[in-house]
């Protein structure tokens, strides 16, 4: 080796060692970030009494992010909707704040305080990926909320993760008007090289008449195509004593381009009321109402990606039917976009 090649390595070796040493080095700098989300659509009833036709804001998320120092943030979103707000028989629009959070994360451990996301329902939903069009099954039917305030934690691995958390157990829509809470345990294991996914989950909260669900899940998410079903138990749904609900959703998708996917969707919920005889004219009014609600759900259609990760579409078709003696089936067509940025 000649004596500038020597002199070259040398050279080469301590300017690596000297990058890495200022890359060691470099301080952190705190920053944030903005983000936001719009779910719109249009509808119409075709299966049915029904004849709506609508365009529909049903949700647009604001929010910004701050990284305060490697392992702490804060994190605040504003949720903008108007499907389920009505004064004087009207749809109006309202404001809420979704998340307002501090967090914590480093190496395996997770940490969240405040406002922020619950975690009934977050493994099923990632892997449905279509929120803009449906929330997952509990989050459609209450069987928790998508968010709340309180504190939980995680212990996560690349193939195993268990959750605990601490709610007030009333949502992110309304502030604390009692003294209980609502505690949950969940284990989630990935297996496969990550293909498929298992999941269980158990909450139960201390109020005088005590709430408490059961889920189970598993998944299977493949380059092309994407399975899940859910099946979940839950006791005295909103503290009413003898009312129970079971439910279950199983959903697939099969991605016929990078940008062409089609995707189904079945989900069915029924309750049973184990109230005291002889039935109270209430009660009867009460049970005809969830004999409407409940029932099977078909939903179907094709998935469009404008823009990857910015902006989706989807045709579709929703369809129930209920669990009256007389079934009453209703359907509608929709057409969902959603802008990220």
């Not at 959703?249 to 991605?255: A, D, G, L, P, W």
């Not at 902006?311 to 669990?323: D, E, F, G, P, V």
Request: with cysteine; net charge negative; aromatic share 16%.
């Amino acid at each position: 080796m000649g004596i500038m090649t020597k002199k070259g390595l040398i050279v080469a070796l301590f300017a690596t060692v000297m990058c890495i040493t200022n890359a060691q080095e470099v301080e952190f700098k705190p920053s944030g970030k903005m983000e936001g989300r719009i779910y719109t659509d249009f509808s119409a009833d075709i299966v049915g009494d029904g004849e709506d036709k609508a365009f529909e804001l049903k949700r647009a998320y604001f929010g910004y992010r701050y990284q305060i120092t490697p392992e702490w943030r804060a994190h605040v979103r504003v949720d903008v909707g108007g499907s389920e707000f009505i004064i004087e028989d009207v749809l109006n629009q309202y404001v809420f704040f979704k998340t307002a959070a501090l967090y914590y994360e480093k190496d395996h451990w997770f940490a969240a305080f405040g406002l922020h996301d619950t975690y009934q329902f977050k493994v099923q939903e990632n892997l449905w990926g279509k929120r803009y069009i449906l929330p997952s099954m509990l989050d459609r039917q209450k069987f928790d909320f998508s968010a709340d305030i309180g504190m939980s934690g995680q212990y996560r691995t690349d193939n195993f993760s268990i959750d605990v958390a601490l709610f007030n157990g009333e949502g992110y829509k309304q502030l604390q008007d009692d003294d209980a809470f609502r505690g949950s345990i969940g284990v989630t294991g990935w297996f496969a090289d990550r293909k498929l996914i298992a999941r269980l989950y158990v909450d139960q909260s201390n109020a005088n008449v005590h709430l408490g669900s059961y889920t189970g899940f598993i998944g299977l998410d493949l380059d092309k195509f994407t399975l899940g079903a859910e099946f979940t138990h839950q006791n005295n749904y909103i503290y009413t004593e003898g009312h129970n609900r079971e439910a279950y959703s199983v959903f697939t998708q099969y991605n016929i381009t990078p940008r062409v996917g089609l995707w189904a969707r079945i989900d069915g919920m029924t309750s049973e009321f184990d109230f005291d005889n002889p039935l109270t004219e209430d009660d009867v009014v009460y049970i005809a109402k969830w004999r409407g609600k409940d029932g099977q759900d078909i939903f179907g259609g094709v998935e469009y990606v404008i823009v990857p990760k910015r902006i989706n579409t989807s045709l579709n078709y929703q369809h129930h039917r209920s669990n009256e003696a007389e079934a009453v089936n209703s359907g509608k067509i929709f057409f969902n976009i959603e802008v990220r940025f």
